[in-house]
């Protein structure tokens, strides 16, 4: 029971992939399920950020940015933009699991709890958003992008006026918090120093090699052989790091998948329910079990790859496990001893359907274009 608590998603997709198996019965087949190329991107990527992250450099370049700053809306405006820009590169979860904890201790340290609750919210709205503008923003986009066989040039095309209008939303969104003036000591907030230059070269040498892989430059076992000799021979800790569970979520959905798609009947009754309501369907269903199965799921049964795009990056909004990243956000600021966790979801449940209904609202006009 704790273990379902704790991993629903991956719970919920492993009943689904077994009660499959009832249907089709388990054969070698079976392999032909599973998209290896974006299990091995996302080992790999999580890997490579886990370094980065290690060696401090994400924390450092919040400092430096932060060191300065004369006014609350300026810190606010600061902190959301770290994570609205750093997700399209280091994925939406990394983003906040970095970010979030950060802003919590330099609020505390400028002596702002009052703007704890909003910049945290804005914080994962940010994430959630920001992420949605590359292939290696979250692993949903990861996962279409190599499923269905587009260019980075694509699918950073679909997204780029949701992703501008999403950036716009949150300046309107921070220039609405008061205002007054602050002083940050730059000698605290450096208190981490600077990641070695040799770390920091080999690492971001590392992220180069996923980003050639996912620019398809050569193939997937190429990256994971690099990427897998690397780490064993740097800091093999890091494979520690890994969120194996969200792995295994991805192929436990590959085999529901696979297999529902093997029975006529149902594969013809769910292409038909989804055909041409892709866009509802990923935000909807995204609001009941999260995008990123949502993307799974929906994806079996669609060739639309732009309206199912836009629902489950939208779809990131709204309910508190619509993204999973959300999640990470809530138990950071739940941790606090002072946290006001009802409050929290009021504004956190506030601020998300204000923006999802602008987004869904963008989403049918460019659809409809």
Known sequence: MSFIKKEPVLSAAAVLAFLSMFFVAPSPEYLSYIDFR??????????VVAGLKEIGLFRYLGSSLLAGMHSTRQLAFTLTALCFFSSMLITNDVSLITFVPFSILILNMAGLPELMIPVIVL?????????????????????????????????????????????????????????????????????????????????LALFLVCLGCVVRIYSWPVMFFIILAAVLIKDRSLFIRVDYFLLLTFVCFFIFIGNMERIPAISGLLTKLISGHEFPAGVLLSQCISNVPAAILLSGFTGAVRPLLFGVNVGGLGTLIASMASVIS???????????????????????????????????????L
Request: net charge positive; hydrophobic share 50%; proline share 4%.
């Open 330 to 368: 809530y138990r950071a600021y739940a941790e606090i001893p002072e946290a006001k966790s009802g409050t929290y979801m009021m504004v956190f449940t506030l601020y998300n359907l204000i923006f999802l209904i602008i987004m869904c609202a963008a989403g049918w006009m460019l659809l409809s």
């Open 123 to 203: 914080q994962t709205i940010a994430a959630n958003l920001g992420s949605m503008a590359t292939p290696i923003g979250n692993p949903q986009n990861l996962y279409l992008y190599s499923s269905f066989g587009l260019s980075a040039g694509e699918l950073v095309g679909y997204m780029l006026p949701l992703t501008v209008l999403s950036a716009l939303l949150l300046v309107a969104a921070v220039f609405l918090l008061k205002n007054k003036a602050i002083t940050l000591s730059r000698t605290s907030l450096h208190q981490d120093g600077c990641p070695t230059k040799t770390s920091l070269i080999f690492y």
């Open 38 to 47: 974006t299990l091995a991107l996302l080992f790999s990527l999580m890997t």
